[in-house]
């Protein structure tokens, strides 16, 4: 690739980075002002509350940043970085469509989607530890359990699509996809997605956050921008595990016209995902942290693992 190509994917990775979390968390404000009759967001700025994104950005820019006076300074202010960076990164590896639309295809491209992505849980443990708070703390150290609990079962169920596969890279994995995936490796899918859902705290697996129990979790003493920027990786993360899936599950790009739509049918699918994730909060409510242990280790894993184990055989099988 010469310099204006490279140029050209980090820019459409930049916009995709910035615009596609902002739909999402737009997405979320009418979704649930439909599901629960919410009345706010649906009039801000008149038609069907457009204007509440713009809103929420100037309701955090107004805010004073603050940092508790027995705070680590500098680990305070670099956490909703380090929360944030890790997907815009991701991105790069997600291919779109055929014909190589995709930023970077690494070779082992699952491993360094999820490599990367298990740095993005460091943001969280350092506001926490950082901001001198015990809540801030004990929400810090929730989200380390629960990222170590369901890591393994995001690992094992993106081994079984590798092994059918017989490639580590996303776009070999959709040059390899046929239609009979879907149903067999169904239940792979529900695993991931379950794991991805924990991984980023969202409902009904928040009890790292439980505004209830433990104020707001890692991010109690963080306010205005900063606070923003949490948010915004917590959106960023709804659309990398929602494109995640579609890729290694779903088909990516795959569809009708798939040489002309296949990036529409990428966006379609990481979109329908992207739904389920906020229909989660709203319909199901909060797992204590004792049953998201529980749910990872005596389901989610033995489905993972059986789910490997019927990939090794049908693979023995077809060959």
Known sequence: MDV??????????????????????????????HMQGRVGPMHAGGFHGWAQLVAD?????????????????????LAPAVALIPYLVVLVAI?????ELVGETPDAGILFVLAVLG???????????ASNNKYSLLGGLRTAAQLMAY????????????????????????????????????????????????????????????????????????????????LLAEYAGIVVVSALTAVLFLGGWHGPFSD??????????????????IWARVAWPRLRADQIQRFAWT?????????IALTGVIRVVIS
């Open 299 to 307: 389901v989610l894993v033995p489905l993972a693992l059986a789910q």
């Open 4 to 33: 204006a190509e490279v140029a050209l994917r980090v820019l459409a990775v930049l916009v995709a980075f910035l615009l596609l979390p902002l739909l999402v968390g737009q997405t979320e404000h009418k979704v649930m002002a």
């Open 260 to 277: 002309q739509l296949g990036w529409l049918w990428m966006l379609l699918k990481t979109g329908a995902l992207s739904f389920l994730v």
């Open 119 to 129: 740095v993005g849980v460091l943001g969280s443990l350092m506001g926490g530890w």
């Open 151 to 230: 890591e393994l079962p995001l690992l094992l169920s993106a081994a079984s699509v590798a092994m059918a596969a017989g490639t580590l890279s996303l776009t070999g994995i959709l040059a390899e996809y046929e239609w009979w995936w879907v149903p067999w490796q169904l239940v792979g899918g529900l695993v991931f997605f379950a794991a991805g859902m924990a991984e980023l705290q969202r409902p009904p697996f928040d009890a790292p956050i439980a505004p209830e129990e433990i104020i707001f979790g890692a991010f109690t003493e963080y306010s205005g921008l900063r606070f923003a920027l949490f």
């Open 57 to 77: 950005g100037v309701k955090f820019a107004q805010k004073e940043d603050t940092v508790p006076a027995g705070a680590d300074r500098r680990i305070f202010q």
């Open 95 to 99: 291919p779109l469509g055929p014909d």
